[in-house]
């Protein structure tokens, strides 16, 4: 446990952040795994649904700086080549 009072105020910040990141990283996580499913379903309809919800999701994270804005483009990039190949198929 901390002893320097600024310390502990830093402490209680980063565990309010903490809680906060934690909403939208497990959103995005679970928005990216449903997109997945989706695309390895191979029903495109659901699965372009569920591929921009999950873009959006992973749009917000990175606004809010809970993942690096490239980490999201990579992800959402992944996301959506997958999808344009279902798209070509179908």
Do not use: C, P, W
């Amino acid at each position: 446990m901390a002893n320097i009072k600024s310390q502990i105020k830093r402490n209680r910040q980063n565990e309010k952040r903490r809680l906060r990141n934690r909403v939208y990283r497990g959103s995005t996580s679970v928005a990216v795994k449903n997109a997945r499913k989706a695309l390895e379903a191979g029903n495109v309809e659901e699965a372009r649904e569920a591929t921009m919800f999950a873009v959006s999701r992973l749009d917000k994270a990175a606004q809010k700086s809970v993942l690096h804005k490239k980490n999201a483009s990579r992800r959402k990039g992944r996301l959506m080549k997958q999808l344009a190949a279902l798209e070509a198929g179908a």
